[in-house]
């Protein structure tokens, strides 16, 4: 009889197996019972019913589309996870239209002729909309009002380069690779709208 053939462990088959994944009937439940303390941690975050409510409902659509599929003892971190970055995304976005004015503010007769981007030095306005008075308030509606008009008549180019820069907060690289340009050509067209709207706005008598 011929010698026994000693298996290496490395040729054993496991017998470790992958923890079950999660049921639509699992997600479904474990949705169920965390979206009234989502809402409250969103809610003490952004201070804002509505806000709050699109927060946890854009995380839960990222769990279910992303890892809906995972372990269910996986799903509370994930979702927590989730959920920070949708108040985090919920901050930038609001970041970035509470600082129209600053930005318009930095554009001054020389202003981005150079390699210096505009939103590379932006600082974040102080304050908020909620220290704002009604006046203040109005003041602010219209003068986004102006700056959503004259953006729409800028050259295509420009207009794309200005939105994907400022308001879809793409960088400079990332920007001139959706558009299929240089860098150079990026900070070109967001200079020249910059300053074309700096004009357009002042003289309808809007002081930055």
Known sequence: MPPAIACHPRDRTSTTRAPPLATRT??????AGVERRAYKQ????????AAALDVV?????????????RPPDELPLLF?????NA???????????????????????????????????LAAEPGSRAAEGPSEAMERSQVLDFIEQEVSRLPARQREAFI???????????????MGCSEGSVKTHCSRATHTLAA????????L
């Open 80 to 84: 927590q996870r989730i959920l920070q």
């Open 26 to 31: 699992e997600l479904s439940a474990f949705l």
């Open 200 to 207: 357009a706005l002042k003289a309808r008598g809007i002081e």
């Open 57 to 69: 409902q854009d995380a839960m659509l990222r769990l279910a589309e992303k890892y809906g599929a």
């Open 164 to 178: 994907l820069r400022y308001w879809e907060e793409l960088d400079v690289a990332e920007t001139a690779l959706v």
């Open 87 to 121: 108040i985090r995304d919920y901050f930038r976005r609001q970041k970035v239209r509470s600082t129209w004015t600053t930005l318009f503010s930095a554009l001054i007769p020389g202003y981005g002729e150079d390699d210096t981007d505009p939103l590379d030095t």
């Open 42 to 49: 969103a809610l003490y975050a952004v201070r804002d019913d």
